[in-house]
C-alpha cells in the first residue's frame, strides 16, 4: 500500500510538473512568433529612402533576446524529452514493484503451507515423543516387576515349605477317631467333601419325623442333596415284647440298619490337578477343623 501510495505522489507531481513546461513552451513559441510578426511587418512597411540608421544596440538586444528564446526552448524541449524518459522509468519500476510485490505473495504463501506443514510434523514428532518415552515407561516398570518377580520366584524355590505329616491308615475302623472327621471322596481324579455330618442330621430328622407313622418292617429312605451328596438308608422297625417291673409291655423300636453316601450325578468333584495346583481349595473345605484333632479320611 505505502509503495502505490509513493507511485501515486510521484505521478501526479510528474503530471504537474509537465504541464508547467508545456505551458512555458506554448508561451515561448506565442512570444517568437509575436516577436516575429512585428520585426516582419516593421521591416514591410519601412521604405528603404525612409529607414533609419539601424541601432547597433537594438539589434543586439533583439538577437540576445532570441538567442535566449531559443535557449528556453532547447531547455523546455529537453525537459519534456527528460519528463517522457522520466515518465518510462517510473512505469518500468511500476511495473517491476508490480511483478515483485506478486512474487511476494506468492512466496508468503508458500512460507505459510511451509509453516503450516512444518506445525503440522512438529505435532506428530511430539505426540511419538510423548508416545515413545510412555512406552518406554511402561516397559521399564515391566522391567522392575520381572526383577522382583525373579526374585521371590527364587525365594520360593530356595525355601523349604513346612511338611504336615499325615497318618495313613488302613480303613477308618483300623483307630478310634476323636475328635472331628472329614470325609474326601477321591473316584476318577476327582476330589470331593462328603457333607457326613450334615447328611447325618438329615437322616436324624427324617427319622423322627416318619418313625411314628411307620409300620413293623424294613422301609428304604432317602435325603438331601447337599452339597451334590443324597443319603439313602434302611429303617428297621420292630415291636417287641419287654419286662416293666412286674409286667410285660410292647415297646416299638426303629434303627437305622444301612446307610450310603453317593453323589447325586457322575462324574462329581473338582479334578485332582487342580487342586494341587490351588492351595485355596484345601484350605477352604478345611477351615474351622482344627489341625490338632481333625481326622481326614479318603
Known amino acids: 500500500m505505502s509503495g502505490r501510495r509513493r507511485n501515486t505522489g510521484v505521478s501526479v507531481g510528474h503530471d504537474a510538473f509537465l504541464d508547467i513546461v508545456a505551458n512555458l513552451v506554448g508561451i515561448l513559441i506565442i512570444?517568437?512568433?509575436?516577436?516575429?510578426?512585428?520585426?516582419?511587418a516593421i521591416i514591410h512597411h519601412v521604405t528603404p529612402e525612409q529607414e533609419p540608421p539601424e541601432d547597433p544596440e537594438m539589434r543586439i538586444a533583439a538577437?540576445?533576446?532570441?538567442?535566449?528564446?531559443?535557449?528556453?526552448?532547447?531547455?523546455?524541449?529537453?525537459?519534456?524529452?527528460?519528463?517522457?524518459r522520466l515518465e518510462r522509468t517510473i512505469k518500468v519500476m511500476d511495473d517491476t514493484i508490480a511483478r515483485q510485490s506478486e512474487r511476494r505473495t506468492i512466496l508468503l504463501a508458500l512460507l505459510s503451507e511451509a509453516e503450516a506443514a512444518w506445525k503440522d510434523e512438529q505435532s506428530k514428532l511430539d505426540e511419538a515423543s510423548r508416545s515413545a518415552a510412555q512406552r518406554n515407561s511402561e516397559a521399564k516398570e515391566l522391567r522392575s516387576k520381572l526383577t522382583d518377580l525373579a526374585g521371590e520366584e527364587s525365594q520360593l524355590t530356595d525355601a523349604q515349605p513346612p511338611v504336615v505329616a499325615i497318618s495313613h491308615l488302613p480303613t477308618p475302623m483300623a483307630k478310634t477317631v476323636f475328635g472331628k472327621e472329614v470325609y474326601l471322596r477321591l473316584k476318577d481324579d476327582r476330589l470331593s467333601v462328603i457333607p457326613f455330618e450334615q447328611l447325618a442330621d438329615e437322616i436324624g430328622r427324617d427319622f423322627r419325623r416318619t418313625s411314628g407313622s411307620l409300620r413293623e418292617g424294613v422301609s428304604d429312605a432317602a435325603v438331601g442333596p447337599v452339597r451334590g451328596y443324597v443319603a439313602r438308608y434302611v429303617l428297621n422297625r420292630s415291636?417287641?415284647?419287654?419286662?416293666?417291673?412286674?409286667?410285660?409291655?410292647?415297646m416299638s423300636r426303629a434303627r437305622v440298619m444301612v446307610a450310603a453316601f453317593e453323589p447325586l450325578r457322575e462324574p462329581h468333584g473338582t479334578p485332582i490337578k487342580e487342586v494341587l495346583e490351588n492351595d485355596d481349595w484345601l484350605d477352604v473345605e478345611l477351615n474351622g477343623y482344627p489341625p490338632g484333632t481333625t481326622?481326614?479320611?479318603?
Open 63 to 84: 538577437e540576445e533576446d532570441m538567442n535566449r528564446l531559443a535557449k528556453a526552448a532547447v531547455l523546455a524541449a529537453s525537459a519534456q524529452a527528460d519528463s517522457i
Open 31 to 40: 512570444l517568437v512568433v509575436i516577436l516575429g510578426a512585428q520585426s516582419h
Open 239 to 250: 415291636n417287641e415284647l419287654v419286662r416293666d417291673g412286674n409286667s410285660i409291655a410292647r
Open 295 to 298: 481326622t481326614v479320611t479318603v
